[in-house]
C-alpha cells in the first residue's frame, strides 16, 4: 500500500530500499506470516486457508501443509493477487530496525494493523465532533436531527 503523502515525512529517507530489502533479500518474496508469494494469484477459502499452486497442496494462515477434510463449495474459492508490504511491527514508521519490519501480503497485514485501524477510526470520528462542536450551531444541529 502507498504512503500517503501526508505521512511521507514519518519514514526515513532510503524506505524503498529498506523495504526491497526485507520482502526480496531476507523473506524471498513471500509473506513472512502464511508464505503466499508476491506478486501472484492465489485461491482462497476465504478463512485464511489457500492453494499452493507450487507445492500442490492447501496451507493454513500460517503456512503450514494442512488437509482440507470438509468438502467447500467451489463457488466459495476466491482468487486473490498477492502484493507483499514492509509492515512495522510496533506501527513506528520511524523505527526501521530490521526486527521491527515483516514482509506481509495484504490479509496478514490488515490482521496485523487491526487494532491500529479501530483506535484511528475512533480518533478520526471524536476528531470530527470536536470540530463540529466548536463551529457548528449547536441549535442548527438539534434541528437537522429533529428532521429525520
Known sequence: ???RPENRWL?????PQISVAVR???????CEQCGRPHLTRVAHLGDGRWWDADAKCWRSDRGRRIAVKE?????????????????HLDHDPGNSHPANLKAL????HLIHDAEEHRWQRWWNLY????????????R???ERISRR
Request: glycine share 4%.
Open 71 to 87: 468438502s467447500f463449495v467451489l463457488a466459495a474459492v476466491q482468487i486473490t493477487y498477492v502484493v507483499l508490504a514492509c509492515a
Open 140 to 142: 442548527v444541529t438539534r
Open 11 to 15: 519514514y526515513p529517507i532510503d524506505w
Open 105 to 108: 501480503c495484504q490479509r496478514c
Open 1 to 3: 500500500m502507498p504512503i
Open 24 to 30: 526480496f533479500q531476507r523473506a524471498g518474496g513471500k
Open 127 to 138: 476528531r470530527l465532533r470536536a470540530i463540529r462542536d466548536l463551529f457548528e450551531d449547536p
